[in-house]
C-alpha cells in the first residue's frame, strides 16, 4: 500500500472511532462535540506529519509517540473503547487495522530478536 492511501486510511479510522466514542459518551447524533472535534483535529494533525507513516503502521503501536502526553491519555481512552466498537460499525476496516498492528508487532519482535543474537550463521532456525 502506498505511504498516502495508509495516512488517509488511518486518518478515517481515528475519525471514526473518536466519532462512536463521542456519540456514546457525549450524546452527539451527528458530528462531534467540540472537544472532540478539536482531538480528532489534533490527530489528524498528528498523522498528517508523521515522519514514519512508511514503516509503521498505526500510531497506537509506533515506538515514537508524536502525540502530547495529555492527548495521547485521551486518544488511548477513546482507542480502547471505540476501538472493539469498531469492528461491530466498519469490521473491514477494523480487520485491515489489527493485521496491520499484529504485521507491526511481529515485525519488531523479530527485530529484537534479531539484534539480540551477535552471530546469526550460527543459529539459523
Ligand atoms: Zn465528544
Known amino acids: 500500500m502506498d505511504v498516502e492511501k495508509k495516512r488517509q486510511r488511518e486518518q478515517e479510522t481515528v475519525a ?3 466519532e462512536i466514542y463521542c456519540h456514546d459518551h457525549h450524546g452527539k447524533r451527528s458530528g462531534l ?3 472532540c472535534e478539536e482531538l480528532a483535529h489534533y490527530a489528524e494533525a498528528r498523522i498528517a ?3 514514519r507513516m512508511e514503516v509503521k503502521s498505526f500510531c497506537s503501536v509506533c515506538p515514537i509517540h ?3 502526553p495529555a492527548r495521547r ?3 488511548q481512552t477513546i482507542m480502547r473503547y471505540g476501538g472493539p466498537r469498531m469492528l461491530l460499525h466498519h469490521p473491514l476496516m477494523t480487520l485491515h ?3 496491520l498492528s499484529w504485521q507491526m508487532r511481529l ?3 523479530a527485530f ?3 539484534s539480540r543474537q551477535s552471530d546469526r550463521s550460527v543459529k539459523v532456525k
Request: hydrophobic share 40%.
Open 97 to 99: 487495522h489489527m493485521m
Open 16 to 18: 471514526k472511532i473518536i
Open 66 to 68: 508524536c502525540y502530547a
Open 73 to 75: 491519555q485521551e486518544i
Open 49 to 51: 506529519a508523521c515522519p
Open 112 to 114: 529484537f530478536r534479531h
Open 107 to 109: 515485525e519488531r519482535f
Open 33 to 35: 462535540c467540540p472537544k
